[in-house]
């Protein structure tokens, strides 16, 4: 079975940077493409970036492109989220997420995912102005 640990959270003033990293054990991380979802007090849980298991393809909600760079280490076992130009209303819990996917499915199918898929904990990025 599968675990996250996200770390790297904190508080930043707008404008600045953050490296989020997804540390997982358990599984074969190879397997796995991955997420990156932020939740904001009173607000949806939203997606913010995925990528395959190979790690070389990517794929970013709109808000954050140009600004956030999602990777993955197979040979680490961890994806990290780089952050540069934060605003404030990036401020959220980062939650990063796991799945197995079967080839040639839908790119959609690397956007969604719910709670029958592997999930952190969450760290607070609080961003200030």
């Known amino acids: 079975q599968v675990q996250l640990v996200e770390s790297g959270g904190g508080l930043v003033q707008a404008g600045g940077s953050l490296r989020l990293s997804c540390a997982a054990s358990g599984g074969t991380f190879s397997y796995l493409a991955m997420a990156w979802f932020r939740q904001a007090p009173g607000k949806e849980r939203e997606f913010v970036a995925a990528?395959?298991?190979?790690?070389?393809?990517?794929y970013y909600a709109d808000s954050v492109k140009g600004r956030f760079t999602i990777s993955k280490d197979n040979a680490k076992n961890t994806m990290s989220l780089q952050m540069i130009s934060l605003k404030t209303e990036n401020t959220a819990v980062y939650s990063c997420?796991?799945?197995?996917?079967?080839?040639?499915?839908?790119?959609?199918?690397?956007?969604?995912?719910?709670?029958?898929?592997?999930w952190g904990q969450g760290t607070q990025v609080t961003v200030c102005s």
């Open positions: 990528i395959r298991k190979s790690g070389y393809i990517t």
């Open positions: 997420a796991a799945k197995e996917l079967k080839p040639a499915v839908a790119p959609s199918s690397y956007r969604d995912y719910n709670g029958d898929n592997v």
